[in-house]
């Protein structure tokens, strides 16, 4: 059974930084390349960035560039988001999700095979 498992949200104030996490189970991590995703409230999936297999190389939404940076650890079957500069736009709950093909730039959720539940981030001005 596979299992993604988000941690690292919580309630931050503007400006503040930010690392999640994402522990993987029951799959061959380093054979899958890995994105992050968001979704607020009444908004559709959003991607945020993903890493291909080996790290090697990683897709950027633009919202993020420049205040986000992805990075795994195989030898962990973790996949880490960093935040900066948060702002409430921000607010949403982040997802990892894992795709069998490609190198982390698909941005169709549509295309992800296994999800985590998600951890909430909350941004207070």
């Known amino acids: 059974q596979v299992q993604l498992v988000e941690s690292g949200g919580g309630l931050v104030q503007a400006g503040d930084s930010l690392k999640l996490s994402c522990v993987a189970a029951?799959?061959?991590?380093?054979?899958?390349?890995m994105g992050w995703f968001r979704q607020a409230p009444g908004k559709e999936r959003e991607f945020v960035v993903g890493?291909?297999?080996?790290?090697?190389?990683?897709y950027y939404a633009d919202a993020g560039k420049g205040r986000v940076t992805i990075s795994r650890d195989n030898a962990k079957n973790t996949v880490y988001l960093q935040m900066h500069s948060l702002s409430p736009e921000d607010t949403s709950v982040y997802l990892c999700?894992?795709?069998?093909?490609?190198?982390?730039?698909?941005?169709?959720?549509?295309?992800?095979?296994?999800w985590g539940q998600g951890t909430q981030v909350t941004v207070s001005s």
């Open positions: 890493i291909s297999w080996n790290g090697g190389r990683s």
């Open positions: 029951g799959l061959t991590f380093r054979t899958y390349a």
């Open positions: 999700a894992s795709i069998s093909y490609g190198y982390g730039s698909a941005r169709s959720p549509d295309r992800y095979d296994y």
